[in-house]
């Protein structure tokens, strides 16, 4: 399963390390890819449900504050709202608590030059857990950085 979603939200600048934005606001854009095994139930409940998760993760880690944290803080809130984001739609989809995971395969990549309303929807139905998954690869590209994670099986 794919997902395109041109201008799936906006943040505040520094949310993503863009100095260079004179209105201080920087529009970003959300694309994954979801390769589920086991059928497609968990790779389409993921194309459906990951990008609301992760603006309500991202939400909660602006709404935290920079925990003092050097100029690098929001790399750490992006990294920090990625897995927080993997395994609350891995508890959605297994029915498990999601203080009790740890997407331990999860990564994030940065790459590039130095809070809205979200247009989330209501999370779909979730997926059976018997011998299915998916492992998902999610890029969040802006202006001027490229954020890029994975968490899976595969």
């Not at 906006?10 to 979801?34: C, I, N, P, Q, R």
């Not at 331990?104 to 130095?114: D, L």
């Amino acid at each position: 399963a794919v997902t395109a979603l041109p201008g799936f939200l906006s943040v505040a600048s520094e949310t993503v390390g863009d100095l260079e934005s004179s209105s201080g606001k920087s529009a970003l854009h959300l694309f994954g890819v979801y390769d589920g095994h086991g059928g497609s139930e968990v790779a389409n409940f993921c194309k459906e449900r990951l990008h609301g998760a992760l603006i309500e993760e991202l939400e909660a880690e602006m709404r935290e504050g920079d925990r003092g944290e050097d100029e690098c803080s929001w790399q750490r809130q992006w990294e920090r709202a990625f897995v927080a984001c993997f395994n609350k739609v891995d508890a959605e989809i297994g029915g498990v608590e999601p203080r009790n995971l740890r997407c331990e395969n999860a990564a994030v990549e940065v790459g590039g030059r130095g809070n809205d309303e979200s247009s989330a929807r209501a999370a779909p139905e979730a997926a059976p857990a018997d011998a299915v998954g998916s492992t998902a690869v999610v890029a969040v590209v802006g202006s001027s950085q490229i954020i890029v994670s994975n968490c899976g099986d595969s």
